[in-house]
């Protein structure tokens, strides 16, 4: 990671960070998760109705100079690991408890076909639960993120798009 990027990515978690406090997450920076450092992490678990249970809701940012479809999948398999690594002591999955780890690419920019990978492809699915990509883009200060509503999950994906423009918008 360069210099530049590196202290983009970190004015860029200032700047959002008030956002996810008022919202009631807790968070945490530089958590070392599986030999990988994450550049902050935001967590909050609430009650939820349409949820039906206890819902948690892990926000993992990494950075990365360049970033494309395969480094998504891999940045949101690590985030869903680790969102549920934590579960020890908390509502079981699918018994009143649900996992919604989304995770944050910080790019300098980010190409045509990533973007569009980002913004139709459904995000892989799990059993009570989701992983949420989305990057980043620093050069155009935007959000890229899963636009559509798939069947599975029709019910949160509304929300989840308000959380990502509400919290991740630089």
């Known amino acids: 990671m360069t210099l530049d990027l590196e202290a983009e990515a970190a004015a860029y978690l200032s700047a ?8 009631g997450y807790e968070l945490a920076g530089n958590v070392n998760y599986e030999g990988v450092v994450f550049l902050g992490v935001a967590r909050r678990e609430k009650l939820s109705a349409a949820k039906v249970g206890m819902s948690r809701e892990v926000f993992v940012f990494r950075s990365f100079e360049r970033i494309d479809v395969a480094g998504i999948r891999d940045c949101g398999t690590l985030a869903f690991q680790y969102a549920t690594h934590e579960d ?9 408890g649900s ?9 300098p920019t980010v190409d045509e076909e990533t973007s569009r990978a980002v913004r139709t492809q459904a995000p892989p699915k799990h059993f009570a639960g989701a992983e949420i990509p989305a990057v980043v883009e620093l050069g155009t200060r935007s959000v ?11 019910a949160y994906y509304r929300g989840f798009r308000k959380t990502i423009k509400e919290l991740l918008t630089p």
Do not use: Y
């Open 16 to 23: 959002i960070g008030p956002r996810f406090q008022r919202a």
């Open 88 to 96: 020890k002591g908390s509502v079981p999955r699918g018994v009143g």
């Open 99 to 107: 996992v919604w780890a989304f995770s944050v690419a910080i790019v």
């Open 144 to 154: 890229h993120s899963f636009e559509k509503t798939p069947i599975w999950g029709a």
